[in-house]
């Protein structure tokens, strides 16, 4: 059976607990989404129930209650979709993911919103539109203005996607941007900065690989290089002159 159970992170003593039986999810669920809003309250969205079937569900909690009640629900259902904060206005946005069955994954390429001031329904009328790339299992990032990357993750027949698409608040568009070097498999990342996005993901194998970029990285410490700087030593010489005598 899919366990509903949950465990939270003490930061100051940096050890994971689990949550008493009443803080544990109403619904099991696998590849769901999660987020904490603004406001404190933890938001789980989606996912694949125990029979296999795509979940339009979501569950809300407070962490300090630990207790999970149902939430609104999507207005599609979707699975390993990428969640967002906005930090400009506090929205919560769920972008792609895939609907059907876990056996049966159909990629998505919409995107909902939900107002966390009122948290009653999912929007679908937006300024986001839509990806260009139907994709799930990949990664996503918002940057302190707003925009927003997508990259990696799966298409259309479970093929692996090595493209990044870009938000603009500005335009309201979504621009294809520079691929990765390799289409990444359930990626994980962030961003560095303001706007450097990195990825972490496993290729094909589970092993890390040296890339290119890294190749003339030296493994050994350059040589130490010694500067002796001269000394200059300054000797003080007393002459004694004998006066000589009158003829």
């Not at 099991?28 to 029979?51: D, E, F, K, P, Q």
């Not at 040589?223 to 030593?233: I, K, L």
Request: with cysteine; proline share 9%; hydrophobic share 40%.
């Amino acid at each position: 059976a899919m366990p509903c159970s949950v465990a939270y992170l003490d930061p100051l003593q940096r050890i994971w607990a689990f949550a008493p039986t009443s803080g544990f999810l109403v619904t099991a669920r696998a590849y769901a989404c999660s987020a904490v809003a603004a406001n404190g309250l933890v938001i789980v969205i989606g996912g694949v129930a125990t029979g296999g079937s795509v979940l339009s569900s979501t569950e809300v909690a407070d962490p300090a209650a630990y207790n999970f009640s149902s939430g609104p629900a999507l207005t599609t259902p979707r699975a390993s979709a990428s969640v967002l904060v906005s930090p400009l206005t506090g929205d919560i946005i769920v972008i792609g993911g895939y609907a059907g069955s876990i056996s049966s994954k159909s990629p998505l390429n919409t995107i909902e919103v939900l107002n966390t001031t009122t948290m009653s329904t999912w929007s679908t009328t937006h300024p986001y539109g839509t990806l260009l790339v139907s994709r799930y299992g990949f990664v996503g990032a918002i940057t302190a203005d707003g925009r927003i990357f997508v990259a990696g993750g799966f298409g259309v027949g479970n093929t692996a996607i090595a493209t990044i698409e870009a938000y603009s608040p500005a335009l309201l568009t979504w621009t294809a941007v520079q691929s990765l070097i390799t289409p990444p498999r359930f990626p994980v990342g962030g961003l560095l900065g303001f706007s450097a996005m990195f990825c972490v993901c496993r290729i094909a194998a589970p092993r890390w690989t040296k890339q290119p970029a890294c190749a003339n990285v030296p493994t050994t410490p350059p040589p130490t290089t010694t500067t002796t700087t001269p000394t200059t030593t300054t000797t003080n010489t007393t002459t004694t002159t004998t006066p000589k005598p009158n003829k």
